[in-house]
């Protein structure tokens, strides 16, 4: 059986190798594939003008929005509805909304209340992941030059992340870059 190996992530476009681990994959299988760009951005705190020239000048094709709630007027110019009529009008990006690929509630709650901090957030959430396996319900070729999309300013405690990692450690030679 192979291992899912760590690949690379990049932030601010500077590579930085990360340590090859096991898999957290259930299976602990990679499929073979060329290499898939991976972004992901949080919307918090960028403007509307920031937010669609970062995504323009990545490249990226799809916006895969990885919210559990994403019609809340706090989100501004990313709610559901509007975010896809921008998308496609503004960059001629597709819009893809995936719950599935969000914390569930009982997480999300647990951590905005303070319930738990940040290490068992994450802990839950891979076992989440583990449970769920979004590395079956998409494949590498899909989420290439896609963004994953949530509130989050910062990726350092954020599930957009931790679901980035996680495919990489999946599938070989993803290449992860934080807008």
């Not at 597709?94 to 647990?110: N, T, V």
Request: aromatic residues 8%; proline residues 4%; glycine residues 4%.
């Amino acid at each position: 059986m192979k291992n899912c190996l760590s690949r690379r992530i990049i932030k601010g476009g500077k590579r930085s190798p990360i340590e090859d681990k096991r898999s957290l994959c259930q299976e602990g299988r990679a499929l073979p594939i060329a290499e898939t760009s991976l972004f992901t951005m949080g919307f918090a705190g960028k403007s509307a003008e920031e937010f669609f020239h970062l995504l323009r000048q990545a490249g990226v094709r799809r916006v895969i929005d990885v919210r559990l709630n994403n019609v809340s007027q706090l989100a501004g110019f990313t709610k559901k509805r509007d975010l896809e009529f921008f998308l496609r009008e503004i960059a001629a990006i597709e819009y893809m909304h995936r719950p599935d690929l969000a914390p569930s509630k009982e997480i999300l709650d647990d951590y905005k209340k303070k319930r738990i901090d940040w290490p068992e957030y994450e802990e839950r959430f891979q076992d989440l992941l583990r449970e769920r396996r979004p590395e079956d319900s998409g494949t590498p070729a899909q989420f290439d030059h896609a963004c994953l999309l949530c509130s989050e300013a910062e990726p350092a405690k954020c599930h957009r992340r931790l679901l980035a990692e996680h495919l990489s450690r999946c599938w070989d030679d993803v290449t992860i870059r934080h807008l």
